[in-house]
T-cell receptor
Framework: AAGVIQSPRHLIKEKRETATLKCYPI?????VYWYQQGPGQDPQFLIS???????DKGSIPDRFSAQQFSDYHSELNMSSLELGDSALYFC??????????FGPGTRLTVT | DQQVKQNSPSLSVQEGRISILNCDYTNSMFDYFLWYKKYPAEGPTFLIS?????DKNEDGRFTVFLNKSAKHLSLHIVPSQPGDSAVYFC??????????????FGKGTLLTVNP
C-alpha cells in the first residue's frame, strides 16, 4: 500500500540558511500534519492543512511557513535556520479523523 | 507541561510473555487515544486506537484499555515477540472542530523483547 513520502530524507544546512521539506500524502488523504521531534523528545505538532487550507497551528516558529498544494502535497519552509532547529520532521496524512499515518521523516541537521 | 505521560522510559520482557505499556494523561478534553510503534530511522506506525466512549479495544495480539476516571490507558501485547521491540508512543487527541485532530504524544517507552 502507498505510504506517506517525505523528501529529502536527510538535509544538512548551515545557520541562517533556508530549508524546504516536502510531503506527499497517501492518495485520497486530504489532511496533512507536520510534527517536529527533537533528540530524545516526543513529536511536537507544528501545523496542519485540510483541503489546502491551514486548519490548526501549534508551536511553529514565525520563521517557518507551510502550505498545501492543489495535489495535496505539502511543503514546510524554514528560514534563518538555528542550531535548535536540528530535529526529525515528520509529516502525517489522514482523511478527516483521528488516525494519522506518518512518513519516514526528514532529518535536518543545522551546523 | 506534559499532557501525555509515559513514565517508563523502557521495558524489558521475555518472548511469549505479556508486555504492558502504560500511559497517563491530564487533559480531560482528550477524546481519542492512539498507540504508535516506532523503529529507528522510520516514522511512527499506527498500531491501535480507542475512543473515549469505550474501555477496551482489541486487535490480534494488541489490546488497549482505557480508564477514563483515572485518566489512564494501557497497551497489552500478548504474546510478545522479538519483532515487537521498538519505541511505543502513546498519543491523544481532542477534537476542536473542523478538521483539527492534532496529536499530543508521550515521550515513548522502549520495549525490548528478549528471545
Amino acid at each position: 500500500a502507498a505510504g506517506v513520502i517525505q523528501s529529502p530524507r536527510h538535509l544538512i544546512k548551515e545557520k541562517r540558511e533556508t530549508a524546504t521539506l516536502k510531503c506527499y500524502p497517501i492518495p485520497r488523504h486530504d489532511t496533512v500534519y507536520w510534527y517536529q521531534q527533537g533528540p530524545g523528545q516526543d513529536p511536537q505538532f507544528l501545523i496542519s492543512f485540510y483541503e489546502k487550507m491551514q486548519s490548526d497551528k501549534g508551536s511553529i516558529p514565525d520563521r517557518f511557513s507551510a502550505q498545501q498544494f492543489s495535489d495535496y502535497h505539502s511543503e514546510l519552509n524554514m528560514s534563518s535556520l538555528e542550531l535548535g532547529d536540528s530535529a526529525l520532521y515528520f509529516c502525517a496524512s489522514s482523511t478527516p479523523g483521528y488516525e494519522q499515518y506518518f512518513g519516514p521523516g526528514t532529518r535536518l541537521t543545522v551546523t | 507541561d506534559q499532557q501525555v505521560k509515559q513514565n517508563s522510559p523502557s521495558l524489558s520482557v521475555q518472548e511469549g510473555r505479556i508486555s504492558i505499556l502504560n500511559c497517563d494523561y491530564t487533559n480531560s478534553m482528550f477524546d481519542y487515544f492512539l498507540w504508535y510503534k516506532k523503529y529507528p530511522a522510520e516514522g511512527p506506525t499506527f498500531l491501535i486506537s480507542i475512543s473515549s466512549i469505550k474501555d477496551k479495544n482489541e486487535d490480534g495480539r494488541f489490546t488497549v484499555f482505557l480508564n477514563k476516571s483515572a485518566k489512564h490507558l494501557s497497551l497489552h501485547i500478548v504474546p510478545s515477540q522479538p519483532g515487537d521491540s521498538a519505541v511505543y508512543f502513546c498519543a491523544a487527541s481532542a477534537y476542536s472542530g473542523g478538521s483539527n485532530y492534532k496529536l499530543t504524544f508521550g515521550k515513548g517507552t522502549l520495549l525490548t523483547v528478549n528471545p
